[in-house]
């Protein structure tokens, strides 16, 4: 009987020792997970990489602009809210940020690619896309001289869309339009890189670009003065003016 009594107590102990051991295990692991946690959120963000073909940005640039804020560790650092910061940088098109672990955060850019300069009489700094979108930088970075467009704020498609034809046309037979203007009626003027400005009015834009060309022969024949302008808005003929030979020198 007493044997058994001790076989019972034995069991009990035992069975009630490995409980406190499990119980103390699991508050044990759960401390560490919690530390460990708490650590890790304090893993510092030790390198900030900047990748991306830059013509206008340097990689300073970017790195300037991130670290005037805290980035956060490795896991509190919020990727879209630094992507946020990068792509409301003025040369900045689109940016992609990523964590590489232990220590890295990558910034990938894509730079805006200038088509033109844009309404200039009205804003020094603002610029046309090849996607066909304003925006706004310092144009001391330029790498190239580019046209000038100008046009109604809401016609910006309509205004690269009118350049994109006409220069396509004009620069397969040797010109090069420098300037571009949509009035509020919609009508087109050209400058060419000689100065010779081409009025096209609102219809039939490209057929009146190819009568210009298809006169070459013609206005080339008057070599001893350049073209000033030509009225391509007549349904039949042009009208064309050449500069004063004597005005010309003096501005030469």
Same mark, same amino acid.
């Given at each position: 009987?007493?044997? *058994?009594?001790?076989?019972?107590?034995?069991?009990?102990?035992?069975?009630? *020792? /490995?409980?406190?051991?499990?119980?103390?295990?699991? /508050?044990?692991?759960?401390? #560490?997970?919690?530390? %460990?946690?708490?650590?890790?959120? =304090?893993?510092?963000?030790?390198?900030?990489? $900047?990748?991306?073909?830059?013509? @206008?940005? %340097?990689?300073?640039?970017?790195?300037?602009?991130?670290?005037? =804020?805290?980035?956060?560790?490795?896991?509190?650092?919020?990727?879209?809210?630094?992507?946020?910061? $990068?792509?409301?940088?003025? #040369?900045?098109? +689109?940016?992609?940020?990523?964590?590489? #672990?232990?220590?890295?955060?990558?910034?990938?850019?894509?730079?805006?690619?200038?088509?033109?300069? #844009?309404?200039?009489?009205?804003?020094?700094?603002?610029?046309?896309?090849? =996607?066909? %979108?304003?925006?706004?930088?310092?144009?001391?970075?330029?790498?190239?001289?580019?046209?000038?467009?100008?046009?109604?704020?809401?016609?910006? *498609? =309509?205004? $690269?869309?009118? @350049? +994109?034809? %006409?220069?396509?046309?004009?620069?397969?037979?040797?010109?090069?339009?420098?300037?571009?203007?949509?009035?509020?009626? /919609?009508?087109?003027?050209?400058?060419?890189?000689?100065?010779?400005?081409?009025?096209?009015?609102?219809?039939?834009?490209?057929?009146?670009?190819?009568?210009?060309?298809?006169?070459?022969?013609?206005?080339?024949?008057?070599?001893?003065?350049?073209? &000033?302008?030509? &009225?391509? +808005? @007549? &349904?039949?003929?042009? *009208? $064309?003016?050449? +500069? &004063?030979?004597?005005?010309?020198?003096?501005?030469?």
């Amino acid at each position: 009987m007493a044997a *058994a009594e001790r076989n019972v107590n034995w069991h009990f102990w035992s069975g009630l *020792a /490995f409980f406190l051991v499990v119980v103390a295990s699991t /508050f044990t692991g759960i401390g #560490w997970l919690y530390y %460990t946690a708490m650590d890790a959120q =304090e893993v510092p963000l030790k390198r900030l990489v $900047v990748q991306g073909e830059l013509a @206008y940005l %340097t990689p300073a640039d970017v790195r300037d602009t991130l670290l005037g =804020e805290p980035l956060g560790s490795f896991f509190s650092a919020d990727v879209d809210q630094i992507r946020t910061r $990068v792509e409301a940088m003025p #040369w900045v098109a +689109r940016a992609s940020v990523r964590k590489e #672990w232990p220590d890295i955060l990558k910034v990938f850019v894509v730079e805006q690619q200038p088509l033109a300069h #844009w309404n200039a009489n009205q804003r020094d700094d603002a610029l046309v896309n090849q =996607e066909g %979108t304003v925006f706004y930088a310092d144009k001391s970075v330029l790498r190239k001289a580019l046209p000038y467009l100008s046009g109604p704020e809401h016609a910006v *498609a =309509e205004v $690269v869309k009118h @350049y +994109r034809n %006409t220069s396509e046309l004009l620069g397969l037979n040797g010109f090069q339009v420098s300037q571009l203007d949509l009035s509020k009626r /919609f009508a087109l003027e050209l400058l060419l890189n000689d100065g010779t400005s081409l009025r096209l009015g609102r219809e039939a834009l490209l057929e009146r670009v190819q009568r210009f060309i298809d006169l070459q022969p013609q206005l080339r024949k008057h070599q001893d003065a350049p073209l &000033d302008s030509v &009225d391509l +808005r @007549y &349904d039949t003929g042009v *009208a $064309v003016r050449w +500069r &004063d030979p004597e005005e010309q020198q003096r501005e030469s």
